[in-house]
């Protein structure tokens, strides 16, 4: 389970999350809202919110519900949760019982949550023993992803080799896109059919080139929205496939799929150049089978992340230490 994975990491790191607030020293919290296991920040349609908790420091602490609250990011959250005046108020009775226990941490998820807002939203985390009880432990605005679409094309090396192409990679949370592809080779130009994607799916188009390329080869992408509105085009040529240090075109937000069995140096320098921006280093156990420290996924909130908004910071799951 991804999260699960993720959240031990994410506790083991020095500063857990910097939206943690203050008097949050009885529990260390994260939210994550999308599938279990994805953060996918969707709002206007049922979703899970996911608590990630560091275990209390004292036992007598044991018996603590959470208390959530989703609202608009114009408003603070209250002291208390029944302070807060912002309904609904979801409870997780006995956040840290036994049988939400996951490794190092607990976990607690709620399904069927409807966020109400489209472009963002505060989460508000109490852990306390009453909704009266004062126990702010998080005070967050989570972006959400609707209407966001995301485009990158590069040529990424793997930690384990390189391979001579350069690769396409677009999705919409929430809306259903259409891509075209002309591609030059010495002169003649190459057009694959229109593709269609929906929403939520990836789309990936891989370009191989070889050593006898000429000057100016490459390929140009076209976007655009069902409506047939233009949603950007991106140009991408062999010579900058073959750049040291990487290049990258995009567009909208940031595409995070690429980031799998990358170096650490060569993921960082993709966050970065796709509009995004490198956030803490987490680790997973080794896996003997993967370069030591290479790259697992991008993570957003302890959970994987495969689209962010534009100046996201974004988490890299590393393998082993």
């Known amino acids: 389970m991804a999260v699960a994975v993720g959240l031990v990491a994410v506790l083991a790191s020095a500063g857990l999350a910097p939206q943690a607030t203050a008097g949050a020293s009885a529990a260390r919290v994260e939210v994550s809202i999308g599938p279990p296991g994805v953060w996918l920040p969707i709002g ?18 044991r018996a603590l519900n959470a208390y959530v609250t989703l609202q608009s990011p114009e408003r603070a959250c209250a002291a208390s949760a029944s302070g807060d005046r912002v309904r609904p108020v979801h409870t997780i009775p006995a956040l840290f019982a036994p049988a939400r226990r996951d490794g190092a941490a607990y976990l607690a998820a709620l ?19 009453s909704p009266r009880a004062r126990g702010l ?13 995301a485009a990158s094309v590069t040529s990424l090396p793997t930690a384990g080799g390189g ?5 396409l990679d677009a999705t919409a949370a929430t809306t259903a896109f259409s891509f075209a592809t002309l591609t030059t080779r010495c002169g003649h130009v190459y057009a694959d059919p229109q593709s269609r994607v929906a929403p939520g799916e990836l789309a990936t188009e891989s370009v ?3 050593a006898g390329s000429c000057a100016g080869d490459g390929s140009r992408f076209s976007f655009a ?39 650490l140096a060569t993921a960082e320098a993709y966050v970065t ?3 995004c921006r490198p956030g803490r280093l987490l680790s997973a156990p080794f896996d003997p089978a993967l370069a030591r420290r290479a790259v697992l996924e991008a993570q957003i909130d302890g959970a994987l992340a495969e689209l962010a908004p534009a100046g996201t910071a974004v988490d890299l799951l590393l393998n082993g230490r």
Request: charge should be positive; hydrophobic fraction near 50%.
């Open 137 to 149: 432990a998080v005070s967050e605005t989570i972006p959400l992803l609707n209407g966001l679409f």
């Open 225 to 263: 929205s069902a409506a047939g509105a233009s949603l950007g085009t991106l140009t991408f040529t062999v010579a900058q496939a073959l750049a040291h240090p990487i290049a990258i075109a995009a567009v909208g937000g940031c595409e995070l799929d690429p980031l799998a069995d990358l170096s």
């Open 273 to 275: 150049a796709d509009g």
């Open 163 to 167: 391979s001579r192409l350069y690769t």
């Open 111 to 129: 399904a069927g949550i409807v966020v109400r807002q489209r472009r963002e939203t505060r989460a508000c985390v109490w852990i306390a023993r």
């Open 208 to 210: 191989a080139f070889g």
């Open 44 to 61: 206007g349609r049922p979703t899970t919110l996911t608590l990630l908790a560091k275990p209390p420091a004292a036992a007598s602490r």
